[in-house]
């Protein structure tokens, strides 16, 4: 079967749930925006007129991308990613054109070409992520056109269930919602000092403090520390045990995490969302930089360039949890069929507290964490049930925002 036409366009999800929050999503006593790379320059932290949106932020119509795929007889996949309006356009300009005609079931062949064809103004970042939106399209188009859902043809399921943790500062939220582990997003970084290392411990304290000595802790640095800093707030945190500490450096500070890791032996260090491809998960393996390996599905290259990602771990002995896994069915699937995968994230869509999960789905069709677990759906591809009806409303949400 050929492929007859691509075509990505940037869209919009519009989640509207029936259910009030009791508050709004936040750490006690206010909304705190966590540590950012830009955060050292004062005039990237303010609020655009009217928006949410820092200034540092790209524009609404950047955030996300639809990408269809569809084959000679009509049937469709559906792939998405970040950074609508630029990826779209490398996909429909520039991969568009060279994969129709190709034989859709050869996923590994149009990722290379995807790979070489971009090559030149670099694969990472915005390639990466045209790339992962094209890939997942293709992986969902196969397995309807096998009518199999994707896990089946990863190998099939590896576990019974994903054991999922939820990322976020609504911490007795996420426990009502049966949550074994989660994981708080520091607020403040190396520009805040010795005041800012003061109020992150307090944060942790208070959360341990909350969740007893039976869940899991973990932080997030969010790319906004550096050497010196990452090594202080472990040592400040050691009393509160956390399971790992995350994406402390920017992606490029390859030296860098090298020095983390001789000076901190004893702390679980984990990173990778924003690492593309699987080149620099391979060259991490082989200095063993981390513990555990977080690449995002949507964003380092697709299904094909996780299943990648994941034999290097497990070949190196490092433990995979995919970035997000737990917000769409991509990262579900791969999961779930996985044996480096040992558990799932759930970031995006967590709700507010009081707000069912199962009424905060961006795409529909995805299957919902229940009890801080969950199970992929068993429908061909990733079990999507999205209508051109929707994604036509999701792209002119794009276009009026």
Not at 102 to 112: G, I, Q, V
Not at 124 to 151: E, F, Q
Not at 220 to 227: F, K, R, S
Not at 253 to 259: K, L, S, T
Request: net charge neutral; charged share 20%.
């Amino acid at each position: 079967m050929k492929i007859k036409e691509i075509r990505a366009v940037p869209i919009k999800f519009q989640v509207q749930p029936k259910t009030k929050p009791r508050r709004q999503v936040g750490f006690p006593g206010g909304k705190k925006p966590f540590v950012r790379p830009a955060n050292r320059y004062p005039q990237l932290r303010k609020p655009e007129a009217g928006e949410r949106r820092e200034a540092w932020q790209p524009p609404d119509q950047w955030q996300n991308v639809a990408c269809v795929v569809t084959a000679e007889d009509g049937t469709w996949g559906l792939g998405i990613s970040v950074m609508g309006t630029p990826v779209a356009a490398i996909i429909n300009a520039h991969f568009a054109p060279n994969l129709v005609g190709e034989n859709c079931m050869a996923t590994e062949k149009l990722w290379d070409m995807m790979v070489r064809m971009s090559a030149m103004y670099g694969s990472n970042g915005l390639a990466s992520y045209a790339i992962s939106a094209v890939d997942v399209a293709l992986w969902d188009l196969k397995g309807k056109l096998l009518r199999r859902p994707v896990y089946e043809l990863l190998g099939g399921p590896q576990k019974d269930k994903i054991f999922c943790y939820a990322s976020g500062s609504d911490t007795a939220w996420y426990l009502e919602l049966g949550f074994k582990a989660t994981k708080i997003f520091l607020p403040y970084g190396p520009v805040e000092g010795l005041d800012g290392l003061r109020q992150n411990e307090e944060i942790i304290a208070r959360t341990r403090e909350l969740v007893g000595d039976e869940v899991d802790l973990m932080a997030d640095g969010w790319m906004g520390l550096d050497v010196e800093y990452t090594v202080r707030l472990a040592e400040t945190l050691r009393p509160y045990r956390l399971k790992w500490l995350e994406d402390y450096l920017l992606p490029e500070e390859v030296d860098g995490y090298a020095a983390v890791r001789q000076r901190l032996p004893w702390q679980a260090l984990a990173t990778g969302e924003h690492w593309y491809l699987p080149m620099p998960f391979a060259q991490a393996a082989s200095r063993r930089l981390v513990d555990i390996f977080q690449p995002d599905v949507l964003w380092a290259g697709g299904i094909t360039a996780a299943i990648k990602i994941c034999h290097i771990a497990e070949a190196a002995g490092i433990s995979v949890i995919a970035h997000g896994g737990m917000n769409y069915p991509y990262g579900q699937h791969l999961s779930y069929a996985m044996p480096a995968i040992v558990w799932g994230e759930k970031s995006e869509g967590v709700s507010a507290p009081g707000v069912p999960l199962a009424e905060m789905v961006k795409l529909p069709g995805t299957a919902v964490i229940k009890n801080g677990y969950l199970v992929p759906s068993d429908a061909p591809g990733f079990g999507l049930e999205v209508t051109q009806v929707w994604l036509e409303e999701a792209a002119q949400a794009a276009r009026s925002a």
